[in-house]
């Protein structure tokens, strides 16, 4: 399926839970008959509980990235 080949194509940490959450949005009536973007059916709250809850996930996972960089001291250069 295009999600399963998205999800193992990105390489990139929480890329399962980002892939997830943009299928959500994208099946939503938000997006489907309103026309609008994910972002900006997210910025409107006019998502169900499921994207919600994958939207929070999301967060959660790229916040435990941050946090276990920042405990191990890593550092990134911000102007790159």
Known sequence: SES???RTTDTRPC????????RCL???D???TRKLT????L??????????????AFFE???????MELDLGVEKDINT
């Open 15 to 22: 890329s399962g839970l980002r892939v997830d959450l943009k």
């Open 38 to 41: 994910p972002l900006q059916c």
């Open 61 to 67: 996972c790229k916040r435990s990235i941050l946090d």
């Open 43 to 56: 910025q409107e709250g006019d998502v169900p509980q499921e994207c919600q809850a994958l939207r929070v």
């Open 26 to 28: 994208l099946d939503t």
């Open 4 to 6: 399963q080949t998205a």
């Open 30 to 32: 938000c997006c489907k």
